[in-house]
Nanobody, 117 residues
Framework: VQLQASGGGSVQAGGSLKLSCKAS?????SFWSGQMGWYRQAPGKQ?????????????NYQDSVKGRFTISRDNAKRMHYLQMNSLEPEDTAVYYC?????????WGQGTQVTVSS
């Protein structure tokens, strides 16, 4: 299984970005039943959970992004997304997508998000 993350970039505070994560090499039923989400890691800090979405569609978010970020998934395309609005400089980090399936977690390569004030 391979995950390809994309959509990162540089924006000014208040701007928006949409991250995408495409899974390949995974059968649809495994993807459909899996939990997936996004973590981020800022320089000098530990990796932290940003948002995750379960197979039934329920989701949870880190408190600092609630109301600004929205996670979604498209099982048919084997993709999940993170819509990020009202970005703040504190959101600057490398964002990693993951998919939990087949009793393990798979990780993407990370995509840089930089928010300037």
């Amino acid at each position: 299984v391979q995950l390809q993350a994309s959509g990162g970039g540089s924006v000014q505070a208040g701007g928006s970005l949409k991250l995408s994560c495409k899974a390949s090499g995974i059968i649809l039923s495994s993807f459909w039943s899996g939990q997936m989400g996004w973590y981020r890691q800022a320089p000098g800090k530990q990796r932290e959970l940003v948002a995750e979405i379960r197979s039934g569609g329920s989701s949870n978010y880190q408190d600092s992004v609630k109301g600004r970020f929205t996670i979604s998934r498209d099982n048919a395309k084997r993709m999940h997304y993170l819509q990020m609005n009202s970005l703040e400089p504190e959101d600057t980090a490398v964002y990693y997508c993951y998919v939990g399936a087949n009793s393990r977690d798979y990780w993407g390569q990370g995509t840089q998000v930089t928010v300037s004030s």
